[in-house]
């Protein structure tokens, strides 16, 4: 199975602020990289697929890039909406496998 | 309207078989645009993914449960289901069912899950 390794696990950030995650892989996944984003009691939401598409509805502050093996997910202004936790996921080599997720905490 | 609903016992006793059923409303199960998805997450612990099932009944689950999953479709009533046999504690979680688009899509869409324990 393909490893994804997220950094943080954890974040404190604050309103406005520019906040990055990434996600590292074991082997290459190719464009196959998505993101998700999971609120307390909720389904993920998927927000940004094949790197950096972004999903339909999501805003534009969310941004994905990257290649290979390590993938970025940016938020360029966080908001009180996007206190969070984070995923991401690959399908490029089946079992499917996630991120162990980064929490995203108001400071 | 969400269109994937999970169903079925929350509560399953140690060596049982949990199964669980997922309705798909909004569009066919037999349309062969999408892959039928079962994922897990342990409470407060991240995301599994279980495995799938395509239109045409070809089957995928994860190497490490594949000896106790089987996902099947029931297209007369546009659902398909999962069945876990012999669990433990270990399997105690938020079962979601899902739709992966075929393509380079990931999981667009998640049922809204339901907890199942298991507890003598």
């Known amino acids: 199975d393909i490893q994804l390794t997220q950094s943080p696990s954890f974040l404190s950030a604050s309103v406005g602020d520019r906040v990055t995650i990434t996600c590292r892989a074991s082997?290459?996944?190719?464009?196959?990289l998505g993101w998700y984003q999971q609120k307390p009691g909720k389904a993920p939401k998927l927000l940004i697929y094949?790197?950096?598409t972004l999903e339909s509805g999501v805003p534009s502050r969310f941004s994905g890039s990257g290649s290979g093996t390590e993938f970025t997910l940016t938020i360029s202004s966080l908001q009180p909406e996007d206190f969070a936790t984070y995923y991401c996921q690959q399908i490029s080599s089946y079992p499917a496998t996630f991120g162990q997720g980064t929490k995203v905490e108001i400071k | 309207q969400v269109p994937l609903q999970e169903s079925g016992p929350g509560l399953v006793k140690p060596s049982q078989t949990l199964s669980l059923t997922c309705t798909v409303s909004g569009g066919s199960i037999s349309s062969g645009a999408y892959y039928w998805s079962w994922i897990r997450q342990h409470p407060g612990k991240g995301l599994e993914w279980i495995g799938y099932?395509?239109?045409?009944?070809?089957?995928y689950y994860k190497p490490s449960l594949k000896s106790r999953v089987t996902i099947a479709l029931d297209t007369s009533k546009n659902q398909f289901s999962l069945k876990l046999s012999s669990v433990t504690a270990a399997d105690t979680a938020v079962y979601y069912c899902?739709?992966?688009?075929?393509?380079?899509?990931?999981?667009?869409?998640w049922g809204q899950g339901t907890l199942v324990t298991v507890s003598a």
């Open positions: 082997q290459g996944v190719r464009s196959y």
């Open positions: 899902a739709r992966d688009p075929v393509g380079a899509k990931p999981t667009d869409y």
């Open positions: 094949t790197v950096s």
């Open positions: 099932i395509y239109s045409n009944g070809n089957t």
